[in-house]
């Protein structure tokens, strides 16, 4: 059975750091294209990040640029957001998902596989 696993969440104040890991179980994703999605209260889910299979082509949501960075560790099945400069809107629930197709996209539609989701939540 696949399984995307997320952890690292947590509280944080403003302007604080969290580190996100996403690991694949059951099957290796090294050939896949792998994305962050968060999704706050209220609101509809929003693309964060993309990273290509090798690692070496990276998309970001506008608004994210410059705070967060996406990687990904294939030998270990593993990918990272780091989040810096935390605000309290960044306050969601933050979801790791991989796409088959391997390309690089922003929809929530390209990716197959999800995981449940991990709580990030920025006190002011």
């Known amino acids: 059975q696949v399984q995307l696993v997320e952890s690292g969440g947590g509280l944080v104040q403003a302007g604080g750091s969290l580190r996100l890991s996403c690991a694949a179980i059951g099957r290796t994703f090294s050939r896949y294209a792998m994305g962050w999605f968060r999704q706050a209260p209220g609101k509809e889910r929003e693309f964060v990040a993309a990273?290509?299979?090798?690692?070496?082509?990276?998309l970001y949501a506008d608004s994210l640029k410059g705070r967060f960075t996406i990687s990904r560790d294939t030998a270990k099945n593993t990918v990272f957001l780091q989040m810096n400069s935390l605000k309290p809107e960044d306050t969601a629930v933050y979801s790791c998902?991989?796409?088959?197709?391997?390309?690089?996209?922003?929809?929530?539609?390209?990716?197959?596989?999800w995981g449940q989701g991990a709580q990030v939540t920025v006190s002011s």
């Open positions: 990273v290509s299979w090798s690692g070496g082509r990276t």
């Open positions: 998902a991989a796409d088959r197709s391997a390309m690089v996209r922003d929809t929530v539609a390209a990716y197959d596989y």
